[in-house]
């Protein structure tokens, strides 16, 4: 079986890892030159994550560079406590970097894998007994299936199912994210400031205390932005956050010595179907909302079901992909319902910053919280889908 993976970002080599289980190899093609570098720290949690980490063989992996993730907190202007949220609520059971993540599943995957870095998908034209795929490098071939991991804009989506504004819906703000020296002395407890529609926080790396992370929310209309002009979003941020106190001057100014952030809409997917002919969604492609709870551990079991349901269909994808839609539907769904991420870390007014910070300064929801994020990691039951 050929099978064609666009997209290297986490999804996409949790798939090639799994489909390597079952000895079926992809080609995986990345628009970025090299793996990125760049990204938040990511966090997995309950049986079913652990589960499907340990099956592909990389749990161990990811606990040797875990990140340990710290307690999440909010303060004043002049740094006094709001409140605090726990460690396990902010970095669940395995916390690591998105690029650490990356990297191993990358590593795992190499023996059945080939990557085709700088590159990206342009045409795809399905025919009786395959799909051909024309590159903006490479020279055009000719796949049994083709997989879109390439993330929210995603190019598999938009040249298979159709434009990407019928699928992704703007939810009113904008993230951004960035590395940057660690000279002011910040700890490793994400630390945020708030005013209505604006976030500003930071924290050191916890293996590298000399480096930190910048992480910036802002309330804002869809802008059409070129996601390669890191000029124009540079301005972007500095237009929302200008005259905002705190440490926020000194992180705005660290701004201009960064060559590569993070920066995007905070969207919700809607796709009513993840599969169409000889093509799959997988991932933030298929169910992606920016930030939202477990999507990066949702991408990876849908990986584990995807490469499972193929494996035992013994080639017969219309088979394999209704099976996948059916186990994954309810439980990535979960995640989507009522998500708006952007309310959480910046309430859009006063009355609901304030409503915001007196209830997750409760115990109990704090509680709450941590319970029911874990117990619907693991709602969901999978195949041991055996490598034969």
Excluded: C
């Excluded at 700088?118 to 024309?134: I, K, R, S």
């Excluded at 699928?167 to 407890?189: C, E, F, M, Q, S």
Aim: proline share 3%; aromatic share 10%.
């Amino acid at each position: 079986m050929r099978v064609l993976v666009s997209g290297a970002g986490v999804a996409g080599p949790a798939l090639a890892t799994a489909l390597g289980r079952h000895g079926i190899e992809a080609t995986v093609v990345e628009a970025a030159s090299k793996l990125r570098t760049s990204g938040f720290a990511v966090d997995f949690r309950g049986e079913t994550h652990r589960r499907v980490l340990k099956t592909l063989g990389v749990l161990d992996e990811l606990k040797a560079v875990q990140t340990h993730g710290g307690a999440m907190e909010a303060v004043n202007e002049r740094g006094e406590r709001i409140f605090r949220l726990p460690e396990e609520f902010a970095g669940g059971e395995v916390e690591v970097r998105r690029n650490d993540l990356s990297r191993i599943l990358y590593e795992r995957s190499l023996d059945h894998a080939k990557y085709l870095f700088g590159d990206t998908v342009t045409g795809l034209t399905e025919t009786a007994d395959g799909v051909q795929v024309d590159f903006a490098r490479a020279e055009s071939r000719t796949f049994d299936l083709v997989i879109g991991t390439d993330g929210m804009h995603s190019a598999v989506r938009r040249l298979a199912f159709g434009p990407e504004r019928d699928y992704v819906k703007h939810l009113g703000y904008y993230i951004a994210g960035w590395d940057l020296p660690n000279d002011r002395g910040y700890g490793t407890t994400s630390t945020q400031y708030n005013v209505p529609g604006r976030m500003a926080a930071v924290s050191a790396d916890f293996r590298e205390p000399s480096k930190a992370g910048a992480l910036f929310v802002f309330a804002s209309p869809q802008v059409d932005v070129d996601w390669r002009d890191v000029d124009r979003q540079k301005a972007m941020i500095r237009d929302a956050f200008g005259g905002m106190r705190w440490h926020v001057p000194h992180l705005l100014d660290t701004l201009g010595d960064v060559d590569e952030m993070y920066f995007d809409s905070i969207s919700r997917v809607q796709a009513p179907r993840w599969t169409k002919g000889r093509f799959a969604l997988l991932g933030d492609a298929a169910w992606g909302v920016t930030l939202g709870g477990m999507g990066v551990g949702t991408g990876v079991v849908g990986a584990y079901v995807l490469a499972g349901e193929l494996s035992q269909a013994r080639g017969d994808h219309r088979k394999a992909f209704a099976a996948y839609e059916q186990r994954m539907r309810g439980y990535a769904g979960r995640w989507q319902k009522g998500t708006s991420p952007g309310q959480f870390l910046a309430p859009s007014n006063a009355a609901l910053l304030w409503l915001r910070n007196a209830m997750f300064s409760t115990r109990a929801v704090q509680k709450l919280m941590v319970a029911g994020t874990t117990k619907l990691a693991s709602d969901v039951v999978l195949p041991d889908y055996p490598v034969s």
